[in-house]
T-cell receptor
Framework: AQSVTQLDSHVSVSEGTPVLLRCNYS??????LFWYVQHPNKGLQLLLK??????LVKGINGFEAEFKKSETSFHLTKPSAHMSDAAEYFC????????????FGTGTRLQVTL | GEEVAQTPKHLVRGEGQKAKLYCAPI?????VFWYQQVLKNEFKFLIS????????ETGMPKERFSAKCLPNSPCSLEIQATKLEDSAVYFC?????????FGAGTRLSVL
């Protein structure tokens, strides 16, 4: 069985300050891990993925995530938040490989203030 | 196409009516997935296809829900006799690797 826990339902940061969105996972097998972003009334866009290569993964729009097996974590970070980053972020896990269904966390709403 | 196309964007049905949702995957992608997003943040996997064959249907409700992916046609998800609890956003995704690309979703409102 696999599961994902996003530790914060809501995170608020000021524009220009760092972003940290936390995610812990549970998986019986070597997982594939993803972060997706959902802007209001839009579909899901892939930010980045981890599939057992480098533990520090770089994604789009300046986002990064670090896979820490010992902590079963895959936290998402960005050095400097922008207003356009305000959205819902989902940490997602699947078994490695094509065609595996995705298991979603419950999401973290990122609010960016001036 | 270059993106997953879902139609309609919004569907309103009275309780007990049928609802049919469509999904055109990205050209060349062999796998199609359906997910249900309820209460804004809870995603539930429903079913997946490899081409026209059901690959995994472990999340599909046994009653009232059915899905198809036929050659040269959009995939479809059909709900017979909709219930209030079926109100949700239904997302389709397609893939040819471990990355799934999502459509914009169909919002189903059951009144």
């Amino acid at each position: 069985a696999q599961s994902v826990t996003q530790l914060d339902s809501h995170v608020s940061v000021s524009e220009g300050t760092p972003v940290l969105l936390r995610c812990n996972y549970s998986s019986s097998y070597s997982p594939s891990l993803f972060w997706y972003v959902q802007h209001p009334n839009k579909g899901l866009q892939l930010l980045l993925k981890y599939t057992s290569a480098a533990t520090l993964v770089k994604g789009i729009n300046g986002f990064e995530a670090e896979f820490k097996k010992s902590e079963t974590s895959f936290h998402l970070t960005k050095p400097s938040a922008h207003m356009s980053d305000a959205a819902e972020y989902f940490c997602v896990v699947s078994f490695t490989g094509t065609a595996s269904k995705l298991t979603f966390g419950t999401g973290t709403r990122l609010q960016v203030t001036l | 196409g270059e993106e997953v196309a879902q139609t309609p964007k919004h569907l309103v049905r009275g309780e007990g009516q049928k609802a049919k949702l469509y999904c055109a995957p990205i050209k060349g992608h062999s796998y199609v997935f359906w997910y249900q997003q309820v209460l804004k943040n809870e995603f539930k996997f429903l079913i997946s296809f490899q081409n026209e064959n059901v690959f995994d249907e472990t999340g599909m409700p046994k009653e009232r829900f059915s899905a198809k992916c036929l050659p040269n046609s959009p995939c479809s998800l059909e709900i017979q006799a909709t219930k209030l609890e079926d109100s949700a956003v239904y997302f389709c995704a397609s893939s040819q690797s471990d990355i799934q690309y999502f459509g914009a979703g169909t919002r189903l409102s059951v009144l």
